[in-house]
């Protein structure tokens, strides 16, 4: 586990200070927002039967929880907040894990999916490859990973109190394949408008069967 001390995790604590000490107002800025194409997207890249069981990578308040059990899958959350992982919990019903992205503890080859919306962005480019490697090791053999990003030019650094990285997509797609994932598709958001209008970049990558 990484240290306290350590850069990495002083970078990620001072976000999640800021996502614990706004929690109630960016639940009630998000609660409404429609990502249907992204849940529609990761559900569609998993293989195999429904029900699937779901690792909502950033849950948040529980939002996206909440739309994942509504369909009959077994979603589970994590999320560095504590408040959120608390909201989430009440919101959702769902179990929901109360872990920082750069010291995950996850259960190896439990999770069908992995949604990972508006999240892995706020991870330092170099702590992302061992993040990506945990969310690997905690995917069934075909399971499927979806992220959603703000995209930029390789760019990272403080946006006010939280910090992000904003990868384009050869960036982004070096660390996913480094990390072994295989490339389904990516697309861009909001859908129906100019690229230029489009700040989110959505992906889709398959960890290969054994």
Known sequence: ?????????????????????????????????DVSQNIDALLAAIEGAAPHTILDLGCGPGRDLKSFAALGHTAVGVDGSARFAEMARAYSGCEVWCQDFVALDLPPERFDGVFANAALFHVPGAALPQVLARLYACLKPGGALFSS??????????????????HDLDAWTRYMTAAGFVALGHYYRPPGLPREQQPWLASLWRKPAA
Not at 1 to 23: C, E, G, K, N, W
């Open 149 to 166: 990003n703000p995209r930029g030019h390789n760019e990272e650094g403080w946006n006010g109190a939280r910090y992000g990285s904003y």
């Open 1 to 33: 586990m990484p240290s306290p001390s350590d850069p990495i995790v002083q970078i990620t604590r001072r976000t999640l200070d800021y996502y614990d000490s706004h929690a109630e107002q960016f639940f009630e800025g998000t609660r409404t927002h």
